[in-house]
């Protein structure tokens, strides 16, 4: 009797033992690749990311703001303290300095009234808008920048909170990221020859899917109009001294 009581016993800790037991399936995200070809990059969702893309997207969410002034009134001081905070991995010297003139660039961006202009002003449609938007204004979306917060920290900083590693592969891709990791990688295929201003821009890029947004993986027109695509560029194509 007492050898079957302690068999059923076990039977009833290896069943509790296996049920939570394995891997969590419910917490894995997509890849989000850059590519080159005829647009700067292509966001892949494999498994998809769910809950973050709003299509065309002319609704809104209520999500408070904080105020924005209008054109000409003067930048919020948030535009002027904007900061970047990036762990770098597997960089050399002259690899760092493009990273941090790259980063500088980045700062005077956001620092520059036609930025924020771009962007309450950006167009889809015939509307201000973006693509895959999130559900969010051109303005909501300009304060998301400043407020800095990533979805894996939703703390406001005004801050790019995020690593950046360089490998090299020989395909297209540009770079990569996860939606459950705080990690960039970039490929130095690409990274060698871009310019200090595309370097920037894909950092931007990379950086505004940690914020949230994405974009469809297969190339289509109404995808340049996205948020990681159009503000990304407007790196390369903001006037700074």
């Not at 760092?96 to 950006?122: G, M």
Request: glycine residues 8%; hydrophobic residues 30%.
């Amino acid at each position: 009797m007492n050898k079957l009581l302690t068999f059923l016993f076990l039977c009833l800790f290896l069943v509790a033992c296996n049920k939570d037991g394995g891997s969590d399936t419910g917490c894995i995200s997509g890849t989000e690749a850059e590519e080159t070809g005829t647009t700067d990059c292509t966001v892949t969702t494999e498994p998809p990311i769910t809950g973050e893309t709003g299509g065309a997207g002319n609704g809104t969410i209520d999500e408070p703001s904080a105020p924005i002034p209008d054109p000409g009134t003067g930048l919020p001081n948030e535009a002027y303290t904007f900061d970047v905070n990036i762990k770098f991995i597997n960089t050399t010297v002259s690899q760092q300095e493009k990273f941090d003139s790259a980063i500088e660039l980045i700062k005077k961006v956001v620092a520059t009234e036609e930025f924020r202009s771009k962007i309450l002003n950006h167009t889809y449609g015939g509307k201000k808008t973006f693509v895959d938007n999130g559900g969010y204004t051109n303005a909501q979306i300009y304060q998301k920048i400043l407020d800095g917060a990533e979805k894996l920290k939703t703390i406001k900083n005004n801050t790019i909170d995020m690593e950046v590693e360089l490998y090299y592969a020989d395909n297209s891709t540009v770079g990569y990221t996860y939606a459950n990791s705080t990690r960039v990688w970039v490929n130095r295929k690409f990274f060698t020859t871009n310019t200090v201003g595309k370097v920037a821009a894909n950092l931007f890029h990379e950086w505004l899917h940690k914020v949230g947004f994405t974009h469809a993986s297969s190339y289509s027109t109404s995808r340049d109009y996205s948020v990681p695509y159009a503000i990304g560029r407007m790196m390369t194509s903001v006037s700074v001294d």
